[in-house]
């Protein structure tokens, strides 16, 4: 994927970036990008919240990363987190090869564990906006702890990759269930193929 962007990409333009990566995904090898079909609900959510500091949960090859930072307004942050240090190696250089690198600061480790430090590491005081797109038997227990972290403020929203496709149903559960939450679900499509899968968007009621 990394060769395919340093071959197909032009530096520092971002929407190259995700085309090489998109051609490369369909048509030689499929990968757990977000993708172009959902990447699309995620660039209008995006649009629509503006926000000025974004969490990634589950960074991988950079994909959704570069997605995100290229929309985001001058002086927006967004942190992204990955514990595979392999992964995290080619995200920072698709993201670099992107230019991107001034808005996006990639954290590696496990999200459990960085997610208390984000406060005094980075200095965020809330989130505006969370990608969620890593285990996806993790997505409950780390917005549980971003609640309990403080981390989430009225308002917040919350987009969560895959509730279909593998499926995220105890997360799905708690967030059509919960009186915190105002929940909707975006039908798309698994990346690069015909399968359902969709996005569901949480904003967080305080
Ligand atoms: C300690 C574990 C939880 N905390 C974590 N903290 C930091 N990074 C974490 C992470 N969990 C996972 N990660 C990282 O996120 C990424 C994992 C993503 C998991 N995603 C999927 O399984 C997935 C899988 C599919 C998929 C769909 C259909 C199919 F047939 C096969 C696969 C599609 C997707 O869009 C997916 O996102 C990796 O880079 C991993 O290293
Ligand atoms: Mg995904």
């Known amino acids: 994927m990394l060769k395919a962007v340093q071959k197909n990409a032009t530096k520092g333009d971002p929407q190259s970036v995700i085309s090489a990566i998109d051609h490369y995904c369909r048509n030689k090898e ?3 990008n977000v993708g172009d079909d959902k990447g699309l609900i995620l660039d ?3 649009t629509e919240v503006n926000p000025s500091a974004a969490l990634e949960l589950g960074t991988y090859c950079g994909y959704s990363t570069v997605r995100i930072a290229r929309l985001l307004s001058p002086g927006s942050k ?5 514990f595979n240090p392999a992964f995290a190696a080619v995200a920072r250089q698709i993201i670099a090869y992107a230019g991107l690198q001034d808005k996006v ?8 564990d960085l997610i208390p430090k984000l406060r005094e590491r980075f200095g965020v005081k809330s989130f505006d906006f969370v ?3 890593h285990w996806k038997d993790r997505y409950l227990l780390d917005t549980k702890l971003l609640e309990d972290c403080g981390l989430l403020q009225k308002g917040t929203v919350l ?3 895959n509730v279909i496709c593998p499926g995220t149903p105890e997360y ?4 059509r269930s919960s009186p915190r939450y105002e929940s909707r679900y975006y039908k798309s499509n698994l990346e690069y193929t ?6 569901e968007k949480s904003v967080f009621l305080g």
Do not use: Q, R
């Open 194 to 199: 015909k399968l359902e899968d969709g996005l």
């Open 131 to 133: 990608f969620l797109d």
């Open 78 to 82: 967004l942190i992204t987190v990955e």
């Open 172 to 175: 799905l559960k708690y967030v």
């Open 105 to 112: 600061t990639l954290v590696e480790g496990p999200s459990g």
């Open 44 to 46: 209008s959510v995006l």
């Open 159 to 161: 987009l969560a990759d």
């Open 30 to 32: 499929w990968a757990m």
